[in-house]
Every structure is written in C-alpha cells, then in structure tokens.
C-alpha cells in the first residue's frame, strides 16, 4: 500500500493525454483524500486485519466519509492517527 512507500505525494488533475496539472508535494493523507474525492471513492480500515478496504458507493459509512471530507485513513505504526500538517 502507498502508505508504506511515500510520506508526501504529488496529485495530477486534468484530461489524460490532454493536459494535466500537478500539486505542489503534500502529506499522504491530505493527497490521498483530495485523489479519492475526485474519484468519489472513500475507504475505510477493516477492524479485524486492519487492511483498507473500499466502502460501498452510497453505503451509510461511504455518506457519512464524505460528509465529513475523510476519503482516507490513515495511521502510523504507533497505531496514532496522523498528525496533518498541511491544514
């Protein structure tokens, strides 16, 4: 999983093979939450082995993600949510 790989990421926007516009580098989680909601996807950690798993599109838990603007969840090995430094 990308949490594991990058601590900061770079999110494209645009036309593929159009043209394309890049983020400055941002925190995982503010990067992952802005490419999901452009996606309209969201994801939840699974209570039993702790792996990410996609909500249903329109589920009750999928509504009350977006709803509050947490596309994406993630934390740290301490198993502490992570701090956001880019709000």
């Known amino acids: 999983m990308a949490t594991y790989l990058a601590d900061r990421v770079v999110v494209y926007t645009g036309r593929p093979g159009v043209e394309a516009t890049a983020t400055s580098p941002q925190s ?3 990067g992952m939450n802005q490419f999901l909601k452009s996606l309209e996807v969201t994801f939840r950690r699974d209570p039993v082995n702790f792996r990410p798993r996609i909500n249903k599109r329109g ?4 509504a009350e993600q977006k709803k ?3 596309y994406f969840f993630y934390e740290n090995e301490d198993d502490e949510p ?3 430094d880019d709000l």
């Open 82 to 84: 992570e701090e956001d």
């Open 28 to 30: 995982l989680l503010t």
């Open 68 to 70: 509050n603007g947490n």
């Open 59 to 62: 589920s009750q838990k999928d």
